[in-house]
């Protein structure tokens, strides 16, 4: 399943760089892969949005989350085939899912555009484009280039893979606090409106994981938003022990909620590439994220009071 299309320069230069760093450099050089995935960024974002400004968590987590939905609608469009379904002396030193088929699609997905690249833009970019700082400037440059490379080396991408996720992150970094300016805050929940209903395309023809989870946490995030902006309007605490334990009480309702929502199905559904079981991982991860930044703020004021 899928398509395989390339420029002759690109398995070359994998090939290349594979046999220069050998495996063992290629894994090191694929730790840098950890900074675009999606796990980190969202625990980055939660500590953001519960411990040190609200409405930075929120302007940095919309743009990341645009780059999490909308690079699988290309993905599951153009179809790419990973480099190293098609060339065997590609060879995969970190597969998207570790414990699945690396050849499963469901699991490892597509290859084109390289999810990692444009979330480590989206990301680091959004941070330097709130704060301000020169630091984060140079950071959000580095550290999106080192991930992009990464996703060379280990093999899951091709350079153009990198290439265009890291366009995408850049037009989404600029383009939508743009348009969110011009709609003004009070019309915030129509651009989030309009962005979800878009991206809910995906769901009569994407069939790969990432598309759902993603469309979940958007969804969930969404919602949260307005929810808590009416009904909650936590404030952020500057006493360290008092964000520790906000972090590890969302953690711990985030991690428990995503666990007992699945206890119902079985562990063959919950894995089948159903579209039942991509709806319902959709949902499942639309509550979680609904529950831990919209519903879970509540007792902040109670039980973490703000310092004054």
């Not at 666990?259 to 949902?283: D, G």
Request: aromatic share 18%.
């Amino acid at each position: 399943m899928g398509n395989t299309f390339y420029f002759s320069f690109e398995p070359k230069l994998m090939i290349w760089l594979q046999s220069v760093l050998g495996k063992n450099g290629s894994k090191a050089v694929g730790f840098f892969s950890e900074f675009g995935e999606a796990e980190f960024i969202i625990f980055i974002l939660l500590i953001l949005y519960w411990c040190v400004d609200k409405e930075f968590g929120i302007y940095v987590g919309t743009n990341v989350l645009m780059g999490l939905v909308y690079g699988p609608l290309i993905k599951n469009i153009v179809l790419r085939r990973r480099p190293y379904f098609d060339n065997e002396m590609i060879k995969c030193f970190r597969p998207v899912e570790a414990d699945a088929d690396i050849y499963s699609i469901a699991a490892q997905g597509f290859s084109f555009p390289s999810m990692h690249s444009t979330v480590a833009v989206t990301f680091f970019g959004s941070l330097a484009r709130y704060a301000g700082k020169r630091i984060l400037t140079v950071i959000a440059f580095v550290i999106p280039f080192l991930v992009g490379l990464s996703r060379v080396v280990v093999g899951v991408h091709y350079p153009t893979d990198v290439f265009v996720g890291w366009g995408m992150g850049i037009v989404i970094v600029f383009l939508m606090p743009y348009i969110y300016e011009k709609a003004g805050k009070d019309r915030r929940w129509v651009v989030n409106l309009v962005v979800f209903l878009i991206a809910c395309v995906g769901i009569f023809y994407c069939r790969t994981e990432d598309y759902f989870t993603t469309l979940g946490l958007m969804a969930g995030f969404f919602i949260a938003e307005e929810f808590e902006k009416r009904y909650v309007n936590f404030k952020i605490t500057r006493n360290p022990i008092r964000a520790a334990l906000r972090l590890i009480g969302g953690l711990i309702i985030f991690f428990s909620l995503n666990t007992i929502l699945k206890m119902p199905f079985s562990k063959e559904f919950l894995e089948s590439s159903q579209i039942a079981a991509f709806l319902l991982r959709a949902l499942r991860y639309a509550v979680v994220i609904f529950v831990v930044t919209g519903i879970y703020p509540m007792i902040f004021g109670r039980f973490f009071k703000p310092q004054k």
